[in-house]
Each structure stands twice: as structure tokens, then as C-alpha cells.
Nanobody, 124 residues
Framework: QVQLVESGGGLVQAGGSLRLSCAAS????????MGWFRQAPGKEREFVAA????????PYADSVKGRFTIARDNAKNTVYLQMNSLKPEDTAVYYC?????????????????WGQGTQVTVSS
């Protein structure tokens, strides 16, 4: 059974930083792409960042490019999202997901398994 457990969310002031972690189990982590998505109240789930199994390709949403960094540690079965220069509009529940294959796509439907989410709140 595949499980993804996010952690690291919280309340932070605008301009601050947080690092999210997502620990995976139940499949060979290093074979699959990983992604981060977020969903704000009343809005659809949106792509944030993704990473291929080797970490060589990391697409980002334009809204977070230059501020967020995705990384993975295949030895620890963990993917990270370092978030800097946070803005109030980054407030959302953040979800990690594991792909159906090795492509780091931006489409939620291409991801097979999802975590329960972690709340990030950025105050102004």
C-alpha cells in the first residue's frame, strides 16, 4: 500500500520560509516522479512543482519560480519543497503526489497517489 505523509506546514509571516517534507512508502520511490500541488479555499487544485526520479528535471509553476525549490532524497524516500519569500497568496493546503511513471508532469490526473495535505498559512 502506497502512503505519502506530508509535514512541515504552519503559519508564517510574509517574506518567511518553510520547508515541506513528504515521506513515501509502499513502492520503489526512486522509480517515480513526485509532485507538489496546492489548493486554496474555493479554488481548484493547482500544480506547484515536480521532480523526475533522478532529480534532473524540475518544472515549476510560474507563480513560484525563483522562490520555491523541489528536491528529493531517494535514500530516505522523501521529497521536499523549500519555500522562500512566501506571500499571502501562497496560503493553501499543500499535497504531495507520486506519479504513474517517471515523467514530472503538471497534470493532477497523471499522479497515482496523494498525501493527506499540510496547511500553509502566510500572514500579511
Amino acid at each position: 500500500q502506497v502512503q505519502l505523509v506530508e509535514s512541515g506546514g504552519g503559519l508564517v509571516q510574509a517574506g518567511g520560509s518553510l520547508r515541506l517534507s513528504c515521506a513515501a512508502s509502499g513502492r520503489t520511490f526512486s522509480n517515480y516522479a513526485m509532485g507538489w500541488f496546492r489548493q486554496a479555499p474555493g479554488k481548484e487544485r493547482e500544480f506547484v512543482a515536480a521532480i523526475t526520479p533522478s532529480g534532473g528535471t524540475t518544472p515549476y509553476a510560474d507563480s513560484v519560480k525563483g522562490r520555491f525549490t523541489i528536491a528529493r532524497d531517494n535514500a530516505k524516500n522523501t521529497v521536499y519543497l523549500q519555500m522562500n519569500s512566501l506571500k499571502p497568496e501562497d496560503t493553501a493546503v499543500y499535497y504531495c503526489a507520486t506519479g504513474r511513471g517517471s515523467f514530472a508532469t503538471v497534470i493532477p490526473g497523471t499522479y497515482a497517489y496523494w498525501g493527506q495535505g499540510t496547511q500553509v498559512t502566510v500572514s500579511s
